[in-house]
């Protein structure tokens, strides 16, 4: 093989020559023959395959025209059975608006028709519904004036109700304010004005002002005596009063806080005033088992020598609650209750609160 490619010339000359007589010459070095061959080849290769493109390029254009063309004449004949078809439906719509313009004309005069019969039996329930309500209007009348009859009858009532409240209200007052004056005591409730400083009590001069300060001053009243000590810690006879009087175990002068109560062992003892427990307690030396209640406004009471206490520290009570037993503990003689009343921490006679005891329970309600 390399035999064969020395014997060709290390130079090949290549001449071309064209129609007209000219002449191209070419000197190709045999190095280099195989590299421009291959160019040709690969020219020629090149030129073969746009040609072939090109061709088929042609020929799908050609099919894409003829394709065009049939398309134009169906689109044609498409357009012109359109309209042949928009035509008719155009004029299908047009009947079905005039048979739809026709029912609507005959359903007016028809609703026009019962309209004017309507109108007709309006006017006749027009005036059914007057008659009726002049009727009614009437009966209103004779039933607004009934009601006004009551309303002030009510009112009668009611005036005449206020009056005999505030009578009782003012004469309850008076007598509280008559009680306390027996034992001695101001009751701080409040200014009077000038309608309530005194004179005979007039039930037609009642008003909703003086009304109110009867029930206030009342109110207070009452409040005031809840927490007075009034009445009997127990049913028993009094041996010993509140004052000066001779010890009973050195015959000595002294000073006796309370009162004391004589009764039997295991006797009730209640509370004389509604409060709170402030102590319990036992004194050998003194009151032996002794409970000291706090009344409010001041007031504490007592009891002392009892057997038991029946209610502890913090309890609440009401007047008539039993609050222990009667009893002999501590520095005593024998059975008996000694009760004390102490007001703004000084010990006073209990006997001035005794002594409206009856009063203070028949105050008129």
């Keep these: 093989m390399l035999k064969a490619y020395s014997s060709i010339p290390e130079r090949l000359h290549l001449v071309i020559t064209g129609e007209t007589g000219k002449v191209l010459s070419l000197v190709i070095e045999r190095d280099r023959a195989a590299a421009v061959l291959g160019g040709l080849v690969l020219l020629l290769v090149l030129l073969a395959a746009g040609t072939w493109m090109g061709a088929h390029f042609l020929l799908e254009r050609n099919a894409l025209a003829a394709k065009a063309g049939g398309q134009a004449k169906e689109l044609q004949s498409v357009h012109a059975g359109f309209a042949d078809q928009l035509a008719a439906a155009l004029a299908g719509r047009e009947k079905e608006w005039q048979e739809q313009a026709a029912a609507y004309q005959a359903l007016v005069s028809r609703l026009q028709a019962e309209q004017g019969q309507f109108s007709a039996e309006q006017k006749q329930l027009i005036c059914r519904y007057e008659e009726e309500l002049a009727a009614l209007s009437q009966a ?47 009751l701080k409730v409040g200014k009077k004005t000038a309608d309530s400083s005194g004179g005979p009590f007039l039930a037609a001069a009642i008003d909703r002002k003086f009304s109110e300060q009867l029930l206030e001053r009342s109110d207070r009243y009452i409040k005031a005596i809840q927490q007075m000590p009034l009445g009997l810690p127990m049913q028993g006879r009094i041996t010993s009063r509140f004052g000066l009087r001779s010890d009973p175990f050195n015959n000595q002068p002294a000073f006796h806080a309370g009162i004391d109560f004589k009764g039997g062992i295991g006797d009730n003892v209640t509370a004389t005033a509604d409060g709170i427990v402030k102590e319990t307690g036992f004194d050998q030396n003194g009151y032996g088992s002794y409970v000291i209640i706090r009344h409010g406004s001041g007031y504490q009471t007592l009891f002392g020598h009892l057997s038991a206490a029946a209610v502890k520290r913090g309890d609440t009570v009401r007047r008539g609650d039993v609050v222990g037993q009667m009893g002999s503990s501590g520095r005593s003689t024998g059975p008996h209750l000694h009760y004390e009343v102490q007001y703004q921490g000084k010990a006073v006679d209990p006997e001035k609160y005794l002594s409206v005891a009856d009063l203070s329970f028949t105050v008129p309600m």
């Design 140 to 186: 209103s009348s004779a039933k607004t004036a009934a009601l006004l009859s009551e309303l002030a009858q009510a009112r009668q009532d009611k005036q005449k109700l206020i009056e005999q409240t505030a009578g009782r209200l003012d004469e309850r007052s008076r007598m509280i304010e008559t009680m306390m004056s027996e034992i001695g005591i101001e």
